[in-house]
């Protein structure tokens, strides 16, 4: 099995990452980034010398605003179909997020202040409807879309990385990188320990 490269394409600053390029025989994107991000995806895809009408897939992991806010755009600039899972039918239909909103933690605090990721997108209709865990090789990448987890994520697993954009990805060649989020700076308390 060869290997697949997972190059990130962040769209909003370096460091938040809310797009993969999946490469292997065909390209696959995972998440399609922030409303009007669609362009600047298209762009960093042939900034990776591939051309991006041969992407065969656009997968949304799921229906936060800053993961499938180009997902109506980007078939229109690539021709590839969009595959999202059937839990999240509502906001891709609707164009917004769900509601209410809750923030998790202090990234999800500071982006509940950013009023582009409340606006509603243009609504999509997948054409690939996920159920459970499903074989990309018919897209031309050797992975899989996983089991929905818990946290409402669609992972998707190549042979040597996850590409979700709210997981950790690496492997023996890439340092670990923390995606969908600003890196953490390490904290020291006062009993002198160390976290995260």
Do not use: W
């Not at 390490?186 to 320990?193: D, E, I, L, M, P």
């Amino acid at each position: 099995m060869s290997r697949t490269k997972v190059p990130p394409i962040p769209v909003m600053g370096r460091h938040h990452i809310n797009a993969y390029l999946l490469l292997g025989r065909r390209p696959v994107i995972v998440d399609a980034g922030t409303p009007g991000s669609g362009r600047k995806i298209y762009e960093r895809i042939a900034a990776h010398g591939v051309d991006p009408t041969d992407v065969s897939l656009i997968v949304i992991t799921h229906g936060h605003i800053d993961h499938f806010g180009s997902a109506a755009e980007l078939p229109r600039l690539t021709g590839a179909p969009v595959a999202g899972h059937i839990a999240d039918l509502g906001p891709y239909r609707t164009g917004r997020a769900r509601e209410p909103y809750l923030p998790t933690g202090p990234m999800g605090r500071l982006m509940a202040r950013n009023s582009n990721l409340h606006l509603q997108v243009e609504p999509l209709e997948p054409d690939v409807l996920v159920t459970g865990e499903t074989d990309l090789a018919d897209y031309g990448i050797s992975a899989r879309i996983s089991r929905r987890e818990a946290a409402g994520r669609l992972p998707v697993r190549t042979e040597n990385t996850t590409a979700s954009t709210h997981s950790r990805i690496g492997d023996a060649d890439n340092a670990r990188v923390r995606c969908g989020r600003a890196p953490r700076r390490r904290r020291r308390r006062r009993t002198g320990r160390t976290r995260c």
